[in-house]
């Protein structure tokens, strides 16, 4: 059984810092694109950063660049999100996604990923 399991979740006061991560089991990710989306109360969930099977590409919506960084461990099968500078509209429940079909590039839809982690709350008072 696949299974996708975000960590690192918690309170935090504004300008402070978060480490998630995303473990992976059930099968390997290491050749597959992987993802973090978040939804917050009342809003659709949204594209917060991706990374490519290898490591070496990333991209980031426009509201978390400059402060938040995706990156893969070693084995490539486990996904990371450092968040600095967080603001309280980063308030929502971060979801890890992860693709089952191989491609060089980015995926930025959710539609795009086939597996999903349960979430993550993350709340940052101001």
């Known amino acids: 059984q696949v299974q996708l399991v975000e960590a690192g979740g918690g309170l935090v006061q504004a300008g402070g810092s978060l480490n998630l991560s995303c473990t992976t089991s059930?099968?390997?990710?290491?050749?597959?694109?992987m993802g973090w989306f978040r939804q917050a109360p009342g809003k659709e969930r949204e594209f917060v950063a991706a990374?490519?099977?290898?490591?070496?590409?990333?991209d980031y919506a426009d509201s978390v660049k400059g402060r938040f960084t995706i990156s893969r461990g070693s084995a490539r099968n486990t996904v990371y999100l450092r968040m600095n500078s967080l603001k309280p509209e980063d308030t929502a429940v971060y979801f890890c996604?992860?693709?089952?079909?191989?491609?060089?590039?980015?995926?930025?839809?959710?539609?795009?990923?086939?597996?999903w982690g349960q979430g993550t709350q993350v709340t940052v008072s101001s």
């Open positions: 059930g099968r390997t990710f290491s050749s597959y694109a």
């Open positions: 996604a992860a693709s089952a079909v191989f491609s060089f590039g980015l995926y930025y839809g959710d539609h795009e990923y086939d597996y």
């Open positions: 990374i490519n099977w290898s490591g070496d590409t990333t």
